[in-house]
């Protein structure tokens, strides 16, 4: 069957949960707000949809807030750092390209989709700025201290994101989405690097969100969806991150514009949150009570990130395009900055009839 050109239809997918987990995440694997626009929470129609999101996402120094200090005694051959503090900064270009296939098949009343997430991104660090939590052990060191990137900026390819299901529920009032995946590490990592593109360690995620609609006509929308990431143990290094669970939300109105080009705009407010929930695990039997003391600070030192900013979508004859920016605040053992977000989404249905 020929492709349909781009329609209506797309103004139920811009929000693409698009799981992107990418490997160029501001506080872990999964780069929040990738899911955070209108109505996100929802599987997108039956037939293969691409989208192109755009991110840029900044720290300035002194955002890095210093959570932890820790300190070791000289028997101790290492010093333990929870590297989430200190001076320094971060601008961090992302370019997710996301597929995604939903089917006309059924289980258990949903349809049935899967997704690939390819992102590239571009990190300019400096100072005690990094692109992801890390566990660092400063050897020959009776103090802690944060290590620093000095001028760092790297690009490539990061780590790849697969969802084998997912699951869409649809209701005149409620859309309902489900879905599983996994964080693959085909970014390049060095163990011995502050600043990787790729974050050398497997990962899974395990999603379930939904949009409710207040009115008929379903230009209200509320949108949660919320996350489980569980994450495998470093490569070349003795710990495990502790899982997290990360929240995204939007509520929103939409109006139509009765235009062949120009259909209609969504305008309303978006934000994320996210919250360390399990402790850091860390294979390490310190010698003395402070070592032991500095290695239970960093196993038990939790992150959180709440965000919140605006956000327009536009649905055209070409695509949809959706705009939103977030401003983060609350911060606890990891940084604190501000982001942009843009997106084109185009789609098709295969199954469609002519």
Same mark, same amino acid.
């Given at each position: 069957?020929?492709?349909?050109?781009?329609?209506? &239809?797309?103004?139920?997918?811009?929000?693409?949960?698009?799981?992107?987990?990418?490997?160029?995440?501001?506080?872990?694997?999964?780069?929040?707000?990738?899911?955070? #626009?209108?109505?996100?929470?929802?599987? &997108?129609?039956? #037939?293969?949809?691409?989208?192109?999101?755009?991110?840029?996402?900044?720290?300035?120094?002194?955002?890095?807030?210093?959570?932890?200090?820790?300190?070791?005694?000289?028997?101790?051959?290492?010093?333990?750092?929870?590297?989430?503090?200190?001076?320094?900064?971060?601008?961090?270009?992302?370019?997710?390209?996301?597929?995604?296939?939903?089917?006309?098949?059924?289980?258990?009343? /949903?349809?049935?989709?899967?997704?690939?997430?390819?992102?590239?991104?571009? &990190?300019?660090?400096?100072?005690?700025?990094?692109?992801?939590?890390?566990?660092?052990?400063?050897?020959?060191?009776?103090?802690?201290?944060?290590?620093?990137?000095?001028?760092?900026?790297?690009?490539?390819?990061?780590?790849?994101?697969?969802?084998?299901?997912?699951?869409?529920?649809?209701?005149?009032?409620?859309?309902?989405?489900?879905?599983?995946?996994?964080?693959?590490?085909?970014?390049?990592?060095?163990?011995? @690097?502050? !600043?990787?593109?790729?974050?050398?360690?497997?990962?899974?995620?395990?999603?379930?969100?939904? !949009? &409710?609609?207040?009115?008929?006509?379903?230009?209200?929308?509320?949108?949660?969806?919320?996350?489980?990431?569980?994450?495998?143990?470093?490569?070349?290094?003795?710990?495990?991150?502790?899982?997290?669970?990360?929240?995204?939300? /939007?509520?929103?109105?939409?109006?139509?514009?009765?235009?062949?080009?120009?259909?209609?705009? @969504?305008?309303?407010?978006?934000?994320?949150?996210?919250?360390?929930?399990?402790?850091?695990?860390?294979?390490?039997?310190?010698?003395?009570?402070?070592?032991?003391?500095?290695?239970?600070?960093?196993?038990?030192?939790?992150?959180?990130?709440?965000?919140?900013?605006?956000?327009?979508?536009?649905?055209?004859?070409?695509?949809?395009?959706?705009?939103?920016?977030?401003?983060?605040?609350?911060?606890?053992?990891?940084?604190?900055?501000?982001?942009?977000?843009?997106?084109?989404?185009?789609?098709?249905?295969?199954?469609?009839?002519?």
């Amino acid at each position: 069957m020929p492709f349909k050109s781009v329609c209506a &239809a797309v103004a139920c997918l811009a929000f693409m949960f698009l799981f992107a987990k990418p490997a160029r995440a501001q506080h872990g694997d999964y780069l929040l707000g990738t899911a955070g #626009g209108v109505a996100s929470a929802q599987q &997108a129609p039956e #037939g293969i949809l691409y989208q192109n999101l755009w991110s840029y996402y900044n720290t300035a120094s002194g955002d890095f807030e210093q959570s932890v200090t820790l300190k070791c005694g000289p028997r101790d051959r290492v010093c333990l750092s929870l590297n989430v503090g200190g001076n320094g900064s971060l601008d961090l270009f992302v370019d997710q390209n996301i597929f995604w296939l939903v089917t006309p098949f059924k289980i258990l009343g /949903a349809n049935y989709g899967f997704l690939l997430d390819v992102p590239f991104a571009i &990190a300019d660090a400096s100072g005690a700025a990094s692109l992801e939590p890390i566990l660092s052990r400063p050897s020959n060191s009776l103090s802690t201290t944060f290590q620093s990137s000095g001028e760092t900026t790297k690009g490539s390819i990061g780590d790849m994101y697969l969802e084998p299901i997912d699951l869409g529920w649809h209701f005149p009032h409620l859309d309902v989405i489900a879905s599983s995946g996994v964080m693959m590490p085909s970014g390049p990592y060095n163990a011995n @690097a502050k !600043v990787n593109m790729g974050y050398g360690h497997w990962a899974g995620l395990f999603g379930l969100g939904g !949009v &409710a609609y207040p009115d008929k006509a379903r230009t209200w929308s509320l949108s949660i969806y919320s996350h489980y990431e569980l994450y495998g143990s470093q490569m070349g290094r003795n710990y495990t991150l502790g899982d997290d669970v990360p929240f995204e939300w /939007a509520a929103a109105k939409t109006v139509s514009l009765g235009n062949e080009v120009l259909k209609e705009f @969504a305008l309303g407010a978006v934000g994320y949150a996210q919250w360390q929930v399990t402790n850091n695990s860390i294979n390490l039997t310190p010698a003395t009570n402070i070592g032991r003391s500095a290695l239970h600070t960093l196993e038990t030192s939790r992150s959180q990130i709440y965000s919140a900013g605006p956000t327009l979508r536009v649905l055209t004859k070409y695509g949809l395009f959706d705009l939103r920016y977030y401003e983060e605040f609350g911060a606890h053992a990891t940084p604190s900055g501000r982001q942009l977000m843009f997106s084109v989404t185009l789609a098709g249905n295969p199954w469609a009839k002519d």
